[in-house]
């Protein structure tokens, strides 16, 4: 029995929704794949799908199967793909997810010039602010920023995350320029609320190897990146910033930098992929590409006047 096609058509469903639309990207008639994924449940023993008013969905069991399996066609295609294609270019669907407002700035310019470079591979981008499951939900890559917490996932780092803290002339004008990391406690803070709570503790090196930790408050606090941008450009507050998110503003004066002799420590951004003995060889010219557009960042340029 072709069991690696059942399981094939099997993923497929899952990604697309419903059988008839799984059934048209194999080319294989709607009978004939509803007669395999019986199969497949007769041969396993358990079912795998159960149907909603509007999709079809994996069962626990079919759940297991869809994150094991995957990782074995993928690792089945990229060993394959290898052998045949030896010295091609990779093909197929590059599955990648990235928070929305890097991805527009940073991934979005690049795209033309990575599928000039690679005319076989076809893209799917997500952007969302949602830290994903990259296994569950069949992404191939993530580009993520800051502390990397899944030891289940391998992790490549880009380049270096820089963190500063800014605010607006008119901000600064009223209310005056902090000193000292002590200070803040005195100032409207923005603060950003992500998957582990309100950020509202900030960090600085003392110059002495040691650390200074401040508790900060302000009247706004969002789980969206861009509005802690807007807030600080609109005069609300204080705002602690990646440099990639603020180096317009920054340049063209919009935001001012705060408390340079305190520094932020740095954290990283990352090409993060599921574990697996073998890289398909789309998902590892994507992250080449990205490590080598991201050796000197366009925003540290642009900071220096670049």
Not at 248 to 261: K, N
Request: charge should be neutral.
């Amino acid at each position: 029995m072709d069991h690696i096609g059942d399981l094939t058509l099997f993923l497929r469903v899952l990604d697309l929704g419903s059988i008839s639309a799984a059934a048209r990207s194999l080319d294989l008639s709607v009978a004939v794949a509803s007669q395999r994924l019986k199969r497949l449940e007769r041969d396993l023993g358990v079912r795998l799908l159960h149907r909603t008013t509007r999709r079809l969905h994996a069962t626990p069991e079919g759940a297991a199967l869809a994150e094991q399996g995957r990782v074995l066609i993928e690792d089945l295609e990229a060993l394959t793909g290898g052998l045949r294609q030896a010295g091609a270019d990779p093909a197929g669907t590059l599955r990648v997810t990235a928070s929305a407002s890097f991805g527009r700035q940073y991934l979005s310019p690049l795209l033309p010039e990575f599928l000039a470079l690679h005319p076989r591979i076809k893209l799917s981008i997500n952007l969302t602010d949602q830290m994903l499951d990259l296994v569950s939900s069949g992404f191939d890559l993530a580009i993520r920023i800051g502390a990397l917490d899944d030891s289940s996932l391998v992790a490549r780092k880009l380049t270096t995350n820089r963190r500063v803290l800014c605010a607006s002339p008119d901000y600064l004008r009223r209310h005056g320029m902090p000193r000292t990391p002590q200070e803040l406690a005195d100032h409207e803070c923005v603060l950003l609320v992500g998957s582990q709570g309100r950020q509202d503790v900030w960090r600085f090196g003392d110059g002495h190897g040691g650390e200074i930790a401040v508790r900060v408050r302000g009247r706004v606090e969002t789980n969206y990146g861009e509005l802690v941008r807007d807030s600080a450009v609109g005069g609300l507050g204080i705002a602690m910033h990646s440099t990639w998110h603020v180096c317009d503003d920054l340049r063209e004066g919009r935001l001012q930098q705060v408390l340079t002799d305190y520094p932020i420590a740095d954290s990283g951004i990352y090409a993060v992929m599921p574990q697996r003995r073998l890289v398909p060889p789309r998902v590892r010219a994507f992250s080449d590409f990205l490590a080598e557009r991201f050796a000197d960042p366009p925003w540290e340029r642009c900071l220096r006047g670049g």
